[in-house]
Antibody, heavy 118, light 107 residues
Framework: EVQLVESGGGLVKPGGSLRLSCAAS????????MNWVRQAPGKGLEWVSSINSRSSFIYYADSVKGRFTISRDNAKSSLFLQMNSLRAEDTAVYYC???????????WGQGTRVTVSS | EIVLTQSPATLSLSPGERATLSCGASQSISTIYLAWYQQKPGLAPRLLIYETSIRATGVPNRFSGSGAGTDFTLTISRLEPEDFAVYYC????????FGQGTKLEIK
């Protein structure tokens, strides 16, 4: 069974940092590109970042470019999102999702909540 | 950056009725890069349709997708009670931007 389990969320002050993790199991993690997607309270889905299987292609939404860094450790079947210079508008549930085929996502984690507040 | 605009924002229908949800793109998208998701409160999104018209595993055949270029549609032929949720379109070439969502509510 494909499983994605996010962790690392919590309460952080504006300007602070947080590192999210996504532990993958049930599939060959090194063979898939991955996404981070977030959802602010009461709002829609927002794509945050994507990374291909070898970390050679990385993309970011303009809203997080220069502040967030996506990375992965294929040996540990893990995906990461380093979030720096956090703002109130980064408050959201953060999901990791597996990219398949041309880029859709059928497998999602349950999400981890990040709250940026003083 | 491609912007996706979904309409209507809210759709009020009764079970048994047909639902038509629209997704417009700010520039042409290949049909292989368009997906639809369903999301219920407190849950992660569920993939319904990928590559514009292919139903994901386990998705009932009352769900169908169509479109090309800048105009895409998700149709639910006969609404079941469990279909009332929020629906998002997504383009994934090469990023992954979403539309703002359509809330399908019970009339």
């Amino acid at each position: 069974e494909v499983q994605l389990v996010e962790s690392g969320g919590g309460l952080v002050k504006p300007g602070g940092s947080l590192r999210l993790s996504c532990a993958a199991s049930g599939f060959t993690f090194s063979g898939y590109s991955m996404n981070w997607v977030r959802q602010a309270p009461g709002k829609g889905l927002e794509w945050v970042s994507s990374i291909n299987s070898r970390s050679s292609f990385i993309y970011y939404a303009d809203s997080v470019k220069g502040r967030f860094t996506i990375s992965r450790d294929n040996a540990k079947s893990s995906l990461f999102l380093q979030m720096n210079s956090l703002r109130a508008e980064d408050t959201a549930v953060y999901y990791c999702a597996r990219r398949e085929g041309t880029g859709w996502s059928a497998a999602w984690g349950q999400g981890t909540r990040v709250t940026v507040s003083s | 950056e491609i912007v996706l605009t979904q309409s209507p924002a809210t759709l009020s229908l009764s079970p048994g009725e047909r639902a038509t949800l629209s997704c417009g793109a700010s520039q042409s998208i290949s049909t292989i890069y368009l997906a639809w998701y369903q999301q219920k409160p407190g849950l992660a999104p569920r993939l319904l349709i990928y590559e514009t018209s292919i139903r994901a595993t386990g998705v009932p055949n009352r769900f169908s997708g169509s479109g090309a270029g800048t105009d895409f549609t998700l149709t639910i032929s006969r609404l079941e009670p469990e279909d009332f949720a929020v629906y998002y379109c997504q383009q994934y070439s090469p990023s992954g931007t979403f539309g703002q969502g359509t809330k399908l509510e019970i009339k």
